[in-house]
């Protein structure tokens, strides 16, 4: 499971890396501790021309749901049954994503102890995961919330030790693929790999990051904080 990542890069960072946009700047915030029900930064398939970097909210709510409190459960998809399941098949043909990443975060378990650590790349580089997006509308209100849900797959060599999945990193070159209105669904499933284990870099973080409304800098230092209870919402 992906419950937690981190975006604080600069705007004009992550548009370079992206050769994307941010149609009003002001809505990006440096996000350390990134977590559900947030609004956070992606880029989805239905751009033409420029890419665009929009805001949708983390935790899937398909358009068919009665009431939106069913995103709070579908924060991540699994790779293996994307194609099988009724709340993902439609999105995996039809509404696939860019997740704005700089590092994610899980959870160890050291003796009695569960030590949150980070994954980044080794370049310190932004990436991005894998991710479906959708469109949902309350039929009495008319109210829209888009939102959307991180791949994942199971861990490389270097996170088995931490956990057994691990967010869908996709490299810049399966970036465009995945966006690509082009290729089947087939072509599209085939690029939801463990990401190469060389890359990346796994370093313990502050158990401050255990309390998602704490979203300060300081949780990137370990000896940060005091043990806290693990709070996903």
Request: glycine residues 6%; contains cysteine.
């Amino acid at each position: 499971m992906c419950g937690r990542y981190s975006i604080f890069a600069n705007a004009r960072a992550i548009e370079k890396r992206f050769k994307a946009k941010f149609p009003n700047e002001g809505e990006l915030q440096p996000r350390y501790n990134a977590a559900p029900t947030q609004t956070l930064p992606i880029i989805t398939n239905n751009n033409e021309g420029e890419r665009t970097i929009e805001f949708f909210h983390w935790g899937l709510i398909p358009s068919w749901a009665d009431n939106p409190a069913i995103g709070s459960k579908m924060l991540n998809a699994r790779a293996e049954t994307l194609a099988e399941k009724p709340s993902f098949k439609n999105a995996l043909k039809k509404r696939r994503c860019l997740v704005l990443a700089d590092g994610f975060y899980e959870w160890q378990q050291i003796g009695k102890q569960k030590q949150p650590v980070r994954t980044s790349l080794k370049s310190g580089d932004v990436f991005a995961m894998a991710g479906l997006w959708e469109k949902w509308t309350d039929k009495e209100s008319g109210e829209i919330i888009h939102s959307f849900t991180i791949i994942t797959t199971e861990a490389n060599e270097l996170l088995k030790p931490v956990h057994d999945r691990m967010p869908v990193i996709l490299s810049p070159k399966n970036e465009d693929l995945w966006l690509s209105n082009e290729l089947g669904m087939d072509e599209h499933l085939r690029l939801l790999k463990p990401y190469n284990d060389s890359e990346l870099k796994v370093e313990p973080v502050s158990k401050l990051v255990n309390n998602a409304g704490f979203d300060e800098c300081s949780i990137l230092n370990p000896d940060s904080g005091e043990p806290g209870e693990l709070l996903l919402f």
